[in-house]
């Protein structure tokens, strides 16, 4: 990640208007596009379970917490498609753009500080993968590690119904670089905070499938 990076920028009806570097768009809020892919899988008698990237201590924003299976920016001149680098670089998974599945764009306008604002037209995929969490090569320099959540229990802690669940994966100890598995109990504060709307359309289409 780099502040230099460029991103094609466009107005509110999602027409392209121009360029700018990711520390511009983000300073001035100007609307650019995010790949947004939620993996899941099955889990025989407990129906589905979301996987979460625990983002790394050092990340600008949000350090430390669990966010999206996978996500990154699409730079100037990317297509759509383009974004499945970020699963192979996040998550060591080669994918084809056809094996996801779309849940459409969803317009997210986030002001996490005054000179940090986050307008993202954000492209939705999901990918069921059948893998372990011990499978996955993530990207030490991005994520931290991995958990896998009970897509029920999830939506009932989004919901205020219940106020932890717990998060079952694999995480890395930063002295020595090694993983381990472990499992922790999280709260609502302990993720990246996310319009209902957003998992609203992400948890309805799993359920679709």
Known sequence: MSLDEMFDIFNNRMEKIGTASRSEAHLLGLWHQTFHCWV????DGQG???LFQLRDAEKDTYPSLLDISCA????????????IRELKEELGLSVSFNALHSCGVFVDDNTITKTLIDREFCHMFLYECAKDVSEYDFQVSEVSGLYFINMDEFQQLIQGDIESVVAEGITLNGSTGERYEENRVVSLRDFVPHQK?????????????
């Open 197 to 209: 709307e957003y998992y609203d359309l992400i948890l309805s289409e799993i359920r679709k499938l």
């Open 72 to 83: 990154g920016h699409l730079l100037t001149g990317e297509r759509v498609e383009d974004g």
């Open 40 to 43: 899941y899988r099955e889990t």
């Open 48 to 50: 589905p379970s979301l």
